[in-house]
């Protein structure tokens, strides 16, 4: 970076990573190479929007670690990990805002379904004096201001005025709202990947060959147990 450039957009992509696939190391580097940024990968200890987890939050995070070892621009932000109670997501952003100060850009990704539940989240209003909003548009599964104003009014509510290109966020610290499209369709799901290994079905081409041998050494996601998880209703994000 050049003496007095600014730097580099943080993009914030938290999940369970439960375990960590394909189609996640994608979705972050399409956020990387669209938004210009540096992307954290952020694995939440209590996720308070789902059940317990199947793999524990120090294995979560090796195999995420072991997910983006040498891809430029991503890393492993292990703060939830480290903080008691909920992993709600608007205490995350605004560690984030401390630490990196008022004028740093700020992204928090979000999918489409996660989009169009935004108002249950925890303090969701908050979240965009610390950030952006960026929505990842899946083919098939694109939200539109026609789609929020029928399943999710009070999302476009909040968001109606806050648009912008994706390429504009980074002139701004916080505050807006842009839609991120993937250019393909990916298969990989968290759910699907546990039932795979469970039941002994092919696995291993949706993860990294690292994550993959650390599974098989750790003996992770074997047995019925590892493939769903009881819901959580008393916490949101």
Not at 21 to 32: E, L, N, P
Not at 162 to 180: C, K, Q, T
Not at 196 to 205: M, V
């Amino acid at each position: 970076m050049s003496a007095g450039a600014a730097p580099r957009m943080l993009v914030c992509y938290g999940g369970t990573f439960d375990p960590v696939h394909d189609g996640h190391i994608a979705v972050a580097t399409a956020a990387r190479d669209a938004l210009d940024a540096d992307v954290a990968l952020i694995p939440a200890h209590d996720p308070p929007h789902k059940g317990e987890t199947r793999a524990d939050a120090v294995q979560r995070a090796a195999m995420l670690e072991l997910a983006v070892d040498g891809i430029a621009g991503l890393h492993v932000d292990r703060r939830e990990l480290r903080r008691a109670g909920p992993s709600y997501t608007v205490d995350t952003l605004a560690e984030l805002r401390h630490e990196l100060g008022p004028d740093a850009a700020i992204a928090w990704l979000v999918g489409a379904d996660s989009l169009l539940q935004l108002h249950t989240w925890h303090r969701w209003h908050a979240l965009f004096a610390h950030a952006h909003i960026v929505a990842v548009q899946r083919p098939g599964s694109e939200v539109d201001a026609r789609r929020l104003r029928a399943e999710a009014p009070e999302v476009l509510a909040e968001i109606d005025h806050r648009w912008l290109p994706p390429g504009m966020l980074r002139d701004l610290p916080a505050g807006g709202f842009a839609l991120l499209p993937l250019a393909e369709l990916r298969l990989e799901s968290s759910t699907e990947l546990r039932r795979r290994i469970a039941e002994g079905a092919d696995w291993r081409p949706w993860v990294a060959p690292q994550v993959a041998a650390y599974i098989e050494a750790n003996g992770l996601y074997r047995g019925p147990g590892a493939i769903l998880s009881p819901p959580r209703p008393s916490h949101r994000p």
